[in-house]
């Protein structure tokens, strides 16, 4: 079976894609991985063996300077990334099985308009269900195009969203079409979506039936994509867990913080110490760090989750969906400090469980942490995480192996 996997986005985007495609690989499977081409990403997907192939413009510097939120440059970009498909990703998937697709919407419907012209099976996944289209949530709504406050009922936001999809990317997307012999398209992020998507997070953290969703549209939850096998911890890192106690971890994974990145970590750093722990503090894209010398902190590079979490006493972090599933399934409470996004929704899901806590509002004071990490610290927080871990699957790659050998008519 050739497979094909594209996507676009963060590091949480894509990782789960790379252990899609290293799982497909020991399975017999020949695998194309079509990913931006940032350096960190490459490696990412050369560590899991697998074929890479660069698409787009490099993520990091895109997400670390567009302002939160702004609309600024977004036609051009959502443009570039629909010819990316059309073409790069078109010429990788000649002759494969299955093309999968993830990421924005402008590379997903891309992607199933290049899976219709070669005539191969299309499949499309997200990571996080508050983009799919359910009677009982909003919309997470679109740069430059706020849905209506006054407007309460879901259904009428998801039908809104559905145009303002058309609008946005419809000219674009139909040009590229056209180029290629291909008809028009109405309702492009339903197009895109399919009637049968993948959601690839845990079906504990992110139970789909009890969320719902619109007629005819039927997700298949099949549990977070991971990456095979634990990498080793950096020596320095090894060293600082046996030196002493459990630490804090704190992360903001991919998320850019701006000129808030030094606040925050003197403020989780402070009340890591108030309640007499030592940090592990991941400089990540926000370019976090020990705001002092001391050596009960320690500023890391990227370390994996797996084999961290479950010697550190809290994790402090953004709401990132795989940090989320790392945390809950090594039992370890959490604290869950949203900035954007899908972040509120795994934070809520955090509190929900009572795994951890939802830190209230984005930018947070050593105070408020400090109280944070106290629930998340005391005994009935800690049971929870421990209860749930046991219940979180770790096979959500082989499940969408075997629902793509199905699709490849195997």
């Not at 399975?27 to 787009?56: I, K, M, N, Q, Y």
């Not at 039927?218 to 060293?239: F, K, M, N, S, Y």
């Not at 991941?282 to 590079?301: N, Q, T």
Request: hydrophobic share 45%.
């Amino acid at each position: 079976m050739r497979v094909v996997l594209s996507v676009y986005g963060a590091r949480g985007s894509v990782e789960p894609m790379a252990g899609l495609a290293a799982l497909l690989r020991e399975r017999g499977a020949e695998v194309r991985v079509c990913a931006p081409p940032d350096e960190e990403f490459a490696t990412l997907l050369a560590e899991a063996g697998v074929s890479s192939v660069p698409v787009g413009a490099p993520v990091r510097p895109l997400v670390t300077t567009v302002r939160p939120g702004s609309a600024e440059g977004l036609a051009q970009r959502a443009a570039d990334l629909m010819s990316a498909q059309f073409g790069a990703v078109a010429e990788a998937a000649e002759g494969c099985d299955v093309l999968v697709a993830a990421g924005p919407l402008p590379v997903t419907a891309g992607a199933r308009s290049v899976a219709e012209r070669l005539g191969v099976r299309y499949v499309h996944v997200t990571h996080t269900p508050v983009v799919l289209p359910s009677p009982h949530q909003p919309p997470p709504g679109r740069r430059g195009r706020p849905l209506p406050p006054d407007v309460k009922d879901n259904r009428e936001l998801w039908e809104l969203d559905a145009r303002l999809a058309d609008d946005m990317f419809g000219g674009p997307l139909g040009a590229l079409r056209e180029s290629v012999g291909l008809p028009q398209v109405s309702g492009i992020r339903d197009y895109a979506f399919t009637d049968r998507p993948l959601l690839a997070a845990d079906p504990v953290l992110s139970p789909w039936p009890a969320t719902g969703g619109r007629d005819g549209l039927r997700v298949v939850p099949t549990g977070a994509w991971l990456r095979p096998g634990d990498r080793p911890l950096p020596h320095e890192v090894a060293d600082f867990l046996d030196a002493g106690s459990p630490p804090v971890y704190v992360g903001f994974g991919s998320t850019p913080l701006g000129t808030r990145a030094p606040g925050i970590a003197r403020a989780a750093v402070a009340a890591a110490r108030e309640r007499g722990l030592r940090v592990i503090v991941a400089r990540g894209w926000a370019g976090l760090g020990a705001p002092d010398d001391g050596s009960d902190c320690l500023a890391v590079d990227e370390v994996d989750h797996r084999a961290l979490f479950p010697r550190v006493a809290a994790v402090v972090h953004h709401g990132g969906a795989g940090t989320t599933a790392a945390a809950a399934r090594a039992g370890v409470p959490q604290v869950v400090v949203p900035q954007s996004g899908d972040q509120p929704y795994w934070a809520d899901r955090v509190a929900g469980l009572g795994i951890g806590v939802a830190h209230a509002g984005p930018d947070p004071a050593a105070g408020s942490l400090s109280v944070a990490l106290a629930t998340a610290l005391s005994p009935a927080t800690r049971a929870r995480a421990t209860a749930v871990r046991g219940a979180v699957r770790g096979d959500g790659a082989a499940v969408a192996a075997r629902l793509l050998d199905e699709a490849a008519g195997r």
